[in-house]
């Protein structure tokens, strides 16, 4: 609500007028320049103005004949219309292009996949909703516009994708296939804006493309619907599925040398009312397999998962939702303990990242190859470490504890959405409590939080009620950690801003916030009597335990990320 704000801060609004729109825009789902100009706040023109020093994009006022057809015809009508936003002129290689709304993140996708896919640079202009809505009157018909885009993607362009591991043969049918060009444009995009995922939905009018953001999903661009059969195709011909099952869901993945890198992609097609969807998982060896002290553990919990690293064996977990970093993780723990003299053995669903020196395993559920069946195989290879993709049966738990009994280091995962309530879970999955003591070395529970763009982040006075939220959990922290963060009067926080370094998001890239459990004496002594979560949280916070809304507020008054987030973040527990 950044226009409202700037408004109520020239003395426009009173407080109260500018918390009912606010309230307006939020039932309504109108935006705020929509709201504004409906309620006759400010003249467009001036808004407009406003909205430019606010967000640092020149305005452009303009003439809507002197933008040539050749250059409106850059961009359909209905992308036009869809992501308000046209194309103004052409020099050389440069593409002016003139955005009602150039913050939002859909808008600045699609440009991106424009400009990728016709290979042009672009500068980016505020326009207002009249000359907009002036441009979009010269746009020709939608039928002739699409037609024209799809002849436009059919055309023979310089794109080609390297398949590794593919035939020759295979790969040159597939390059001459127009429909290669969609899918390379699709997947390079992604790769471009650091997407962890790729959703192709097909509806009952158009083909959906979403990429999944720094944990946030987004509408990135839609195509026609016609072109669906072809790119799920051209998908399941990459992963080697077949082509003509669209019944039941498959799974498969490839390998491709894009933008100069070595990018794997994991595939899962599933049937819905309008055809199959595709989710495609971007797996780059670079942002998967990091090295541990990159991953944002405090000083503490790196030291007490290392001491838990160096025992000869022992069970060390690492819990939270699907997407959180779980895997993640144990491959940062694997590259630590890979080292010559040690056997390590994996069974994963599925193996996302190839890790050198590491014999890994892939579930077959279909033949009865489980977890559970998986694991008694691998105590017959002679392991020194083994990690189990998932603990998600009574089999599997029982399992996993006896090896780690018989002298094996075992990495896994479970599902909790805390650290002290891993506990209570192996529990109820049959594993006896007096076995938990002399097995578990260390819970990692953990959650992705998006970190603040440094190059536009603002500094701000908290609110009262963020103040109070701040103060409240800074106080639960332990005595050394108060010291060590000691709040400096006034406080101050950082908000998201937007630039274009961050697509306008205020936020680029994400960190991780951990609560890491070490077993001790007063854990072990709750375990055996009355283990409720309740009880063995008390003990962790004494021994030094912070929880990920501590965390939280602790990369806050860093500057790393926002109370928003966390909240978002913390609140999922």
Excluded: W
């Excluded at 207002?128 to 979009?136: Q, V």
């Excluded at 599925?241 to 019944?247: A, P, T, V, Y």
């Excluded at 022992?314 to 699907?322: D, F, H, M, W, Y």
């Excluded at 002679?382 to 998932?390: A, C, F, T």
Aim: hydrophobic letters at 40%; one cysteine or more.
């Amino acid at each position: 609500m950044k226009l409202l704000q700037e408004l109520y801060g020239q003395g426009l609004l009173t407080e109260q007028r500018r918390n009912e729109l606010q309230s307006h825009i939020q039932t309504s789902g109108k935006t705020e320049e929509e709201v504004i100009l409906e309620n006759k706040i400010v003249a467009e023109s001036a808004l407009f103005e406003m909205k430019s020093k606010v967000i640092n994009i020149p305005l452009k006022k303009l003439d809507q004949k002197d933008i040539p057809m050749e250059v409106l015809e850059m961009m359909s009508g209905a992308a036009a219309m869809n992501y308000k936003m046209v194309p103004l002129f052409r020099k050389d290689n440069t593409v002016g292009i003139g955005m009602v709304y150039p913050e939002d993140i859909t808008s600045q996708n699609a440009l991106r996949f424009l400009s990728s896919k016709d290979n042009f640079n672009s500068e980016i202009y505020l326009i207002t909703f009249t000359d907009l809505n002036n441009i979009l009157k010269q746009y020709k018909t939608l039928e002739i516009e699409t037609k024209k885009a799809l002849e436009e993607l059919g055309e023979d362009k310089k794109e080609t994708l390297e398949v590794l591991g593919q035939d020759s043969l295979t790969s040159r049918i597939n390059e001459d296939a127009p429909v290669i060009k969609m899918v390379l444009v699709i997947l390079r995009h992604a790769i471009e804006g650091n997407a962890s995922d790729i959703h192709i939905e097909p509806n009952r009018e158009k083909l959906n493309i979403r990429f999944r953001q720094d944990g946030i999903l987004h509408l990135s661009l839609f195509l026609p619907k016609s072109v669906h059969a072809s790119i799920v195709s051209r998908v399941k011909i990459l992963s080697n599925l077949k082509i003509d099952e669209n019944r039941i869901p498959q799974d498969g993945r490839f390998s491709a040398k894009i933008n100069d890198k070595d990018i794997d992609f994991r595939v899962a097609t599933f049937p819905t009312l309008y055809g199959e969807k595709v989710e495609i998982r971007v797996l780059d060896p670079k942002e998967g397999l990091k090295s541990f002290d990159r991953m944002g553990f405090s000083k503490r919990n790196l030291e007490i998962i290392d001491k838990a690293l160096k025992m000869p064996y022992g069970l060390i977990l690492s819990s939270g939702p699907t997407g959180s970093g779980k895997t993640t993780t144990l491959y940062g723990l694997i590259r630590v303990l890979n080292k010559e003299t040690v056997n390590i053995v994996t069974i994963e669903d599925p193996v996302e990242y190839s890790i050198d020196g590491v014999n890994q395993s892939q579930i077959r559920s279909e033949i009865g190859y489980s977890f559970a069946e998986g694991l008694r195989q691998i105590l017959r290879q002679d392991p020194n470490v083994i990690m189990v993709g998932e603990i998600r049966d009574e089999e599997t738990a029982s399992l996993v504890t006896n090896a780690a009994l018989t002298g094996h280091i075992v990495l896994s995962t479970l599902h909790t959405n805390s650290a002290v309530g891993v506990i209570p879970r192996l529990i109820d999955m049959g594993v006896r409590p007096f076995l938990i003591p002399s097995t578990l070395r260390v819970v990692i529970s953990q959650r992705l939080i998006r970190t603040l763009c440094q190059k536009c982040r603002k500094k701000i006075a908290p609110s009262e009620k963020i103040r109070k939220y701040i103060l409240d959990i800074f106080e639960t922290l332990p005595d050394d950690v108060k010291k060590e963060s000691a709040i400096k009067e006034p406080l101050s926080i950082y908000e998201a801003k937007g630039c274009q370094a961050c697509n306008f998001k205020g936020y680029k890239g994400r960190a991780g916030l951990f609560e890491v459990l070490a077993m001790n004496e007063e854990l072990i002594d709750i375990i055996l009597k009355d283990p409720v979560e309740s009880a063995i949280l008390k003990a962790a916070q004494k021994a030094g335990m912070l929880t990920m809304s501590q965390e939280g507020i602790l990369k806050v008054l860093e500057g790393e990320t926002t109370v928003d987030e966390v909240a978002r973040v913390t609140q999922e527990q």
